[in-house]
């Protein structure tokens, strides 16, 4: 059977570029929307307009029975969470996932935002700790992906970031890494092979040359790891009730460096506590 290289040629990831960006701005077109008193789908509905003025479409909507923009998950929910007449309430944790397709190719990436609540500071402060740990982990993942010789590095690396971040103010126990949710290729589908763990694994996984483009996205609670998936069929929830948090970006190795296609400036500014420079796609 013929099987399409998970590695794209330069041509292909520079048509990549564009549905990163428009990706980018529709997060960017949500990220004020994102407080007390807005309902989740005005958040959705925001996405879908920023996505289609930009002559592109939504690819949550291309996946089978899903019906929306973006994912919205709030405090216990960690990912995939349905838009819906919920009102956001100060101090919620809201992550928010969306993505583009634009002639064909597909951007993937995510936020999560902590809405202030100045008579519960200690509960915001927790949670904005929850988030700066996931994203710090993620843009570790990214880092990791400009040296690395197969993606099991970039899993290590997400893992050793969280890990040295200490416990969680919670449960006095590490932050938890959600095992049965992973990242993976993106391209002309917005999930392909091959699939980026968050954690170590015996594989060394596939290997890490121009032509790879990856969406990295750790998945990351206040408690443990395991979660149930809701009654209505999508939203994954943590058991013990703790927080989850969840930041994603998509991700370009090509022959100058690594890019990052959901990123405006490329990476740069969450890449530079690393020492990493991303090299725009020639
Ligand atoms: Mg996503
Ligand atoms: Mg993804």
Redesign the pocket.
């Known amino acids: 059977m013929f099987r399409r290289s998970i590695y794209k040629t330069p041509t292909q990831l520079r048509a990549m570029v564009e549905p990163g960006l428009i990706t980018a701005a529709a997060l960017d077109a949500i990220r004020p929307l994102i407080r007390a008193g807005v309902k989740t789908l005005e958040l959705d509905a925001a996405a879908n307009r920023a996505i289609l003025e930009r002559g592109a479409e939504s690819n949550f909507q291309l996946v089978r029975g899903y019906h929306h923009t973006i994912c919205v998950s709030v405090n216990e929910q960690v990912v995939h969470g349905i838009p819906s007449d919920r009102v956001l309430q100060p101090g919620d944790i809201v992550s928010v996932?969306c993505?583009a397709q634009f002639q064909g190719w597909n951007g993937?990436?995510?936020i999560t935002v902590v809405i202030p609540d100045p008579s519960r500071a200690d509960l915001v402060a927790q949670r904005e700790e929850l988030s700066r740990v996931t994203e710090g982990s993620m843009w570790a993942g990214i880092a990791t992906m400009a040296t690395a010789s197969h993606l099991g590095d970039v899993g290590a690396a997400i893992q050793d970031y969280i890990e040295a971040q200490g416990s969680s103010a919670v449960t006095g126990e590490p932050y938890g890494i959600l095992r049965e949710y992973v990242g993976h290729g993106i391209g002309r589908k917005m999930h392909e092979a091959p699939s980026v763990f968050n954690y170590r694994t015996p594989d060394p996984g596939a290997e890490v040359r121009p032509g790879l483009v990856v969406?990295i996205?750790p998945m990351v609670t206040a408690g443990g790891e395991m979660t149930f998936v809701e009654d209505d069929d999508w939203t994954v929830s943590t058991i013990d009730g703790t927080d989850g948090s969840h930041w994603?970006h998509s991700v370009a190795v090509h022959d100058g460096g690594i890019w990052v296609l959901t990123a405006p400036d490329g990476g740069a500014e969450g890449l530079a506590p690393f020492g990493v420079t991303p090299v725009p796609v020639a």
């Open positions: 996932d993505g993937d990436s995510a969406a996205e994603e």
